[in-house]
């Protein structure tokens, strides 16, 4: 079945870092791709997303581009704020039918001042 | 757009209790989701409605769960008995027109059970 698979956390990096959250995926057919991020005390919140092969999703700096090829769609954002602490989603929706999102178990980023 | 609202936001109980929780999704949104989050098990579907029929709720653990979508504006998800394994945060989602457009997440209801 589909599947995403994102690198383990927690990751820990200072202020003004680049940040990027690995993220590849397994699927039949095209799927769409999403990040999400969760805030301590809060629910998921979407990030970015796209829809198809080469499409670039950003939001808030961030941004990640769908790489059919290498089956990825890697999150990254030049320079990260104490604000961006939070935990990260990589999810994916089969383009075949309205399945529910698969998630990745999520990535805990910690940014120090 | 108040956006997906749960309640209530924390919830303490005793084992044996049975627990309600509730979810008022984004007006016409067909989807409605309930998940469960914890630190051991991540995120979980229990049970998604489209246009208030339940869909799939294979994720539902065991039968003391039950959940129901009496109308497009409201679900419920009950826990009769509680147990402390029980304890976690639960998380209701709803979607415009399918899953590939996105979900909208409620801010979640803690749930306790001592």
């Known amino acids: 079945g589909d599947s995403v698979t994102q690198m383990e956390g927690p990751v820990t990096l200072s202020e003004e870092a680049f940040l990027t959250i690995n993220c590849t995926y397994t699927a039949t057919g095209y799927p769409s791709l999403f990040w999400y991020v969760q805030y301590p005390g809060e629910g998921l919140q979407l990030l970015l997303k796209?829809?198809?092969?080469?499409d670039k999703g950003s939001n808030k700096g961030f941004e990640a581009t769908y790489r059919k090829e290498t089956t990825s769609f890697h999150l990254e954002k030049g320079s990260v704020q104490v604000s961006d602490s939070a935990v990260y989603f990589c999810?994916?929706?089969?383009?075949?039918?309205?399945?529910?999102?698969?998630f990745g178990k999520g990535t805990r980023l910690s940014v120090i001042a | 757009d108040a956006g997906v609202i749960q309640s209530p936001r924390h919830e303490v109980t005793e084992m044996g209790q049975e627990v309600t929780l509730r979810c008022k999704p984004i007006?016409?949104?067909?989807?409605l989701f309930w998940y469960r989050q914890t630190m051991m098990r991540g995120l979980e579907l229990l049970i998604y409605?489209?246009?208030?029929?339940?869909?799939?709720d294979s994720g539902m653990p065991e039968d003391r769960f039950s959940a129901k979508m009496p109308n497009a504006s409201f679900s419920t998800l009950k826990i009769q008995p509680s147990e402390p394994r029980d304890s976690a945060v639960y998380f209701c989602a709803s979607s415009p027109q399918g899953p590939r457009y996105g979900y909208t997440f409620g801010s979640g209801t803690r749930l306790t059970v001592v």
């Open positions: 007006s016409g949104h067909d989807y």
């Open positions: 796209a829809t198809k092969a080469d």
């Open positions: 999810a994916l929706s089969e383009n075949s039918g309205n399945t529910p999102l698969v």
């Open positions: 409605f489209n246009n208030n029929v339940p869909i799939d």
